[in-house]
């Protein structure tokens, strides 16, 4: 037992940094004594928890590259049990979740194509917290729907022409979206 203070005027309180005592079960006691040496104790348990919970991504994997709509799970635990856990994408919120499995919906849309961290803070009964992160690649250019086509024309030659040996093609072509040229020469 050890004496953490003595306090001889009223409010009687003091500061206890459990950080200093080990997780578990502890006894906190008081003893009052007046001017004639009269004594007077009372008690109580508490549990010491300064672990920090445990918080891990289940999905998106680290490094993957993830388009349209992303199923976020994390796995976070406890020895007194989870209170709650958040996701952020690049700090901005995706939501907090208090019951098992925690389970997020993620609109990779809302963000531009590229690297992207995620990141889970686990928050446990006593207050601790801990955070895990994972990287991915967002690439939503081939979810994009596109309803209109390319345009392209031949500009030259021209449409009828004979033509014979090398001949330049050139073409105009615009899209919205992208763009790359095919070029056939044939019997159609």
Do not use: E, K
């Amino acid at each position: 037992v050890t004496t953490l203070v003595t306090d001889g005027s009223a409010p009687y309180s003091m500061s206890w940094n459990s950080a200093t005592a080990s997780n578990g079960p502890h006894t906190l006691s008081a003893t009052a004594r007046d001017m004639v040496g009269n004594t007077a104790s009372t008690q109580i348990s508490v549990t010491v928890d300064n672990a920090a919970p445990t918080v891990s991504f289940v999905s998106p994997a680290s490094g993957a590259t993830v388009s349209g709509t992303v199923s976020v799970q994390v796995n976070a635990g406890d020895n007194l049990g989870i209170a709650s856990v958040s996701v952020s994408v690049d700090g901005v919120s995706l939501g907090t979740d208090s019951t098992s499995p925690y389970s997020f919906t993620w609109d990779s849309r809302t963000v531009a194509d590229g690297s992207h961290t995620l990141t889970a803070t686990a928050r446990d009964l006593a207050g601790n917290s801990a955070v895990a992160q994972t990287n991915v690649t967002v690439h939503n250019l081939q979810s994009v729907v596109d309803a209109y086509p390319p345009t392209i024309t031949i500009t030259s030659p021209a449409n009828g022409t004979v033509v014979n040996r090398t001949v330049a093609v050139t073409v105009s072509a615009s899209d919205d979206i992208v763009l790359w040229y095919d070029f056939y020469a044939g019997m159609f």
